[in-house]
């Protein structure tokens, strides 16, 4: 009966109070047990083990060390019972473990919640980021496709009207590729508007003329300004006028290299390198800083939007550390059609 009651003593409040109180209770009840009946029961040892345990869980150590202490007490300078102070020691061993075991599952708890949160945080940054450059790739689209395509029907509308004397079959063939055309165009900014809508995009946002290769050297200027670092432009071949979307894209290309030769190797001097060729437009873009660190992603969004800008007009982008090792350098290469002089 008395052992009963003891074993329903110390394990009871662990199922009733919260993790402070029911140490002190258990604690209280344990110590009661050693100094009037001389005996801890099996129950009240593990009972006082899981309050320790709940007490790290919960960050309470101090409590966890206050609640053991006179444990620690007892077996220094209880009676020399041999049995009861086995019972004594293995409870002032026994109750600090448990009391850091009870930590070491807090922290991995709280580890793993954080990776999860930073799991999401992570999830979000990426998909914001590439809803801005879908917004920003469909304005672009509208702007150069567009521009195209209204050229198309305005070309076909004045071969109708200046050609004199051409047949009425001729004459409606043009209509009708103008008319296609302007139906083309409908449809392209039905489309568009559709995926700014799906995107977030603001209606009225910034509608600045896209930039071409032209605009590099204010380009070049704008971030030796802001890093106050080394920029050249190197030319070679003779500069043509590409298709509008090759040059959007090599501008891109070199703004977002830029940004992060500013962000990544702070101070390192830049080579942007142009080089037109018969067949191809070679882009390089290459920093003397340290190169990237070996733990730090090379996948990040801003090297995906190059590759995505590319390969929308047939080229590739290769990225990776300079010669030796030092160093970033981003490579592009754009297929070419027929080039007119500037």
């Not at 049995?83 to 930590?103: D, I, K």
Request: hydrophobic fraction near 45%; aromatic fraction near 2%; include cysteine.
């Amino acid at each position: 009966m008395v052992v009963g009651l003891l074993c329903l003593s110390t394990a009871l409040p662990l199922a009733f109070l919260r993790p402070l109180a029911a140490g002190v209770t258990v604690t209280t009840a344990s110590i009661g047990s050693l100094l009037i009946l001389g005996t801890l029961t099996v129950a009240g040892l593990a009972a006082q083990l899981v309050a320790q345990y709940r007490l790290g869980r919960g960050g309470s150590l101090l409590s966890a060390a206050l609640l053991g202490t006179p444990f620690l007490v007892l077996a220094l300078t209880g009676p020399d019972d041999t049995g009861h102070r086995v019972r004594v020691v293995l409870v002032a061993a026994l109750a600090p473990l448990a009391a850091f075991a009870g930590l070491a599952a807090r922290s991995h708890e709280q580890n793993r919640r954080h990776s999860a949160i930073r799991e999401v945080m992570d999830g979000t940054r990426w998909e914001n980021a590439a809803r801005g450059e879908r917004v920003r790739i469909v304005r672009e689209l509208h702007d150069v496709v567009g521009h195209h395509i209204s050229m198309i029907a305005v070309q076909a509308e004045t071969a109708r009207i200046a050609t004199a004397g051409m047949p009425a079959e001729g004459a409606e063939r043009l209509l009708g590729i103008g008319d296609t055309a302007r139906a083309a165009l409908t449809e392209m900014r039905r489309l568009l508007g559709v995926l700014r809508e799906d995107t977030g995009s603001v209606t009225g946002g910034d509608r600045r003329p896209q930039p071409d290769l032209t605009q590099l050297h204010e380009l070049l200027e704008e971030a030796r300004k802001a890093s106050a670092t080394s920029i050249r432009l190197i030319l070679s071949g003779s500069p043509s006028a590409l298709d509008p979307g090759i040059e959007l894209a090599a501008y891109r290309i070199v703004q977002e290299s830029l940004t992060n030769a500013r962000k990544h190797a702070t101070g390192a001097a830049v080579d942007v390198e142009l080089v037109y060729a018969d067949e191809a437009l070679h882009l390089r873009v290459r920093d003397n800083g340290p190169g990237p660190p070996r733990d730090r992603p090379t996948g990040g969004h801003g090297l995906l939007g190059m590759r995505e800008r590319a390969s929308a007009v047939g080229g590739d982008v290769h990225t990776g550390p300079g010669f030796g090792g030092g160093g970033f350098v981003v490579e592009a290469r754009f297929p070419l059609k027929a080039p007119q002089p500037r």
